[in-house]
């Protein structure tokens, strides 16, 4: 603004003084364009050679060159427009990252701020309402009808539905009965649901939602790595065409015009407005970026690497088969097994328990549990020892029974020990998601990757069935974080690759990945090693993430090379003196807002974003993954 007002007040004072005044009004008409470039020009340019000694030059050298040069002969006013270029074009970038920000803004606002705590197991007791800070695990929450879930927390009452769509990017409305988990945000129907608390409000995935957006908004890396390539080529190309048209015409003015017009604005601030919408759109779409560069990155995936659980499949394994010791009783073994799987949160603890608890067997009584990775579970049950583990782990513990496990099969299994001796073999199964086939078949079509591979702790006899009947013909089995940290390195020295995870032990091979995204129904949505967390556990979210980063580069492309290509044109002209120094000034200003305006298109989303038109995968369960080298599977 200061810049405008400056401007304008030596443009009126020009108009009234007219030419050939005294020097002393000469200079008392430049005075506010002298005091603007002073304070302004003078802290652009100290930042820009900064960056230039980080960076070793860039594009942006161009505009602290030409407020130099327009210094040097005499032109204030062209200094001052430049000044204006430069202010006005992060002026331009913060309000294109407050309108991008407007996610996280409602999200912020729309935060749950009151409960309605139960004084007993029922309404009948009484109610109090508290605030939502104050909520603690397992208090039970009366959620009444439109109104927001204040904390994660699973219903134990009333049969209803919720709105998560803010939350999760999937415009349905979920229907919510005794079991069902619901999520702290999530807007209430029409009946009113009873829900225990399993977390604070503190700890819930809204909270943890927000304060990722808030993160990337306050620490946003700077994403110019393409504007920096392109700007490269182009800073050497505007200062020999400057040089030729001082050349030519031994007018250093010819210069000034050249490298004003070039001023590479579109490349500075196109690329970054691209980068803050495309954030946006993803988080209306349910995924947080943690890092903006893999926005680039998607894009240009050769290679797309699964882990198995809870990716491809539900996550969601079930009870087969119980194959005992002869002479054991199988139910027996459920029913101590389920006492201890209570308290895991491996994906095979939830079918030991469920099975246990849909034969109606009475679960006996716990004394001591412990999970080590790589031992299993074990715990003292009833005056017994149980263990539940692999059968590396039987044949350490107890190698005579060895001989009478059951022949190996596809699917996961998990080892009963008694007290210390075998007592039997569970099966479970993990069906793959309704829409893994179609999903796989999509990307080599869509998106042009090259290779698709399953990275698996699983069992290799199981991770071939789900590869298998998902269209996947390069499977690892039975290996450990550190196998699959060595493959996905290979992987990614020979081209950009994309590893899709959800637990702990997938974290170094995100990190070794071109891009690591992690689903967030079964993950931390913190987690330090994705680039992206995608809310809801669907491919049809990662196939918007890819189109996402697709759309982004496509659109910052054609603003900074369309901007670079209007502004080459007005550099062929000023070399040959068709453009004065102020015209170019102008018209690159002109040049500029069309590539911000194009940028700003990022934010906004097409009518149809993703062309994968699979049939929606039916929910599933959430659940936490375990330890793929726990020792249970």
């Not at 943690?290 to 926005?295: F, H, I």
């Not at 900074?560 to 007005?570: D, T």
Request: hydrophobic share 50%; proline share 6%.
């Amino acid at each position: 603004m200061a810049t405008v007002l400056a401007i304008a007040i030596h443009l009126v004072s020009r108009a009234v003084t007219g030419p050939g005044v005294s020097t002393t009004v000469e200079w008392s008409i430049r005075a506010p364009l002298v005091a603007v470039v002073v304070v302004g020009g003078v802290p652009l340019i100290l930042e820009v050679l900064r960056s230039a000694v980080r960076s070793a030059g860039g594009a942006d050298m161009l505009a602290a060159i030409s407020i130099i040069t327009a210094v040097a002969l005499d032109e204030w006013l062209v200094a001052a427009i430049v000044v204006l270029m430069l202010s006005g074009g992060e002026a331009l970038e913060a309000a294109a990252s407050r309108r991008a920000s407007a996610t996280l803004d409602a999200l912020a606002r729309r935060s749950p701020t009151i409960a309605h705590r139960l004084r007993g197991d029922s309404t009948a007791a009484g109610v109090d309402d508290i605030r939502a800070e104050e909520v603690r695990v397992d208090d039970l929450l009366l959620v009444l009808p439109h109104e927001l879930c204040p904390v994660d927390g699973e219903v134990v009452g009333g049969d209803g539905a919720m709105d998560e769509s803010f939350l999760t990017g999937e415009p349905y409305v979920v229907p919510k009965s005794p079991g069902s988990q619901v999520l702290s945000g999530a807007v209430n129907g029409e009946v009113a649901l009873t829900v225990r608390a399993e977390r604070r409000a503190a700890d819930s995935r809204y909270a943890q939602i927000v304060g990722v957006l808030r993160e990337a908004e306050e620490h946003r890396p700077p994403m110019r790595r393409l504007a920096d390539r392109l700007g490269a080529w182009y800073t050497l190309v505007a200062l020999a065409l400057g040089v030729l048209g001082w050349a030519i015409s031994g007018d250093p003015t010819r210069f000034l015009a050249v490298v004003v017009v070039a001023t590479p604005c579109p490349l500075l601030i196109g690329v970054p407005v691209a980068i803050i919408g495309a954030i946006s759109l993803s988080a209306k779409r349910g995924i947080i970026i943690r890092n903006p560069a893999m926005l680039e990155n998607v894009s240009r995936i050769e290679t797309m690497m699964f882990d198995k659980t809870g990716t491809l499949t539900y996550g969601r394994p079930v009870l087969t088969e119980i194959i005992p010791r002869p002479g054991t009783d199988p139910d027996g073994v459920l029913a101590t097994a389920a006492a201890v799987e209570v308290y895991s949160r491996h994906p095979l603890a939830r079918a030991v328990v469920d099975a246990a608890t849909e034969r109606g067997l009475a679960i006996p009584p716990l004394s001591s549990v412990a999970e080590k990775p790589g031992a299993g579970l074990v715990g003292e049950v009833g005056g017994h020892s149980l263990r539940l583990t692999n059968r590396r782990g039987l044949a350490a513990v107890d190698p005579d029974a060895v001989d009478l496990l059951p022949g190996t099969e596809a699917g996961l299994e998990s080892i009963v020990l008694l007290d210390d001796r075998y007592a039997a073999t569970l099966r479970f199964r993990d069906e793959p998601r309704a829409t893994a086939g179609d999903f796989i078949a999509h990307l080599p079509r869509s998106h042009g990757v090259k290779h698709m591979m399953i990275i698996s702790g699983d069992r290799e006899a199981e991770v071939r069935r789900l590869a298998d009947r998902v269209g996947i013909g390069e499977v690892y089995g039975g290996v450990s974080p550190e196998g699959k940290l060595a493959i996905v390195r290979e992987r990614t020295a020979a081209g950009p690759t994309l590893f899709l995870g959800d637990g702990i032990n997938d974290a170094p091979a995100m990190t070794a990945a071109t891009a690591g995204v992690a689903f967030g129904a079964t993950s931390d949505v913190t987690s330090e090693a994705a680039d992206a967390v995608v809310l809801d556990s669907s491919l049809e979210r990662l196939d918007d993430l890819l189109h996402i980063g697709a759309r982004m580069r496509r659109i910052a492309l054609q603003s900074a090379v369309g901007g670079m290509a209007a502004s080459m044109i007005g550099m062929l002209l000023a070399v040959f003196g068709l453009l004065s120094p102020l015209a170019g000034a102008i018209a690159q200003e002109v040049i500029d807002v069309l590539a911000i305006l194009n940028s700003a298109r990022v934010v906004m989303a097409p009518r149809k974003l993703s062309d994968f038109d699979a049939i929606p995968s039916q929910s599933a369960p959430r659940v936490t993954p375990g330890s793929p080298d726990s020792g249970r599977q």
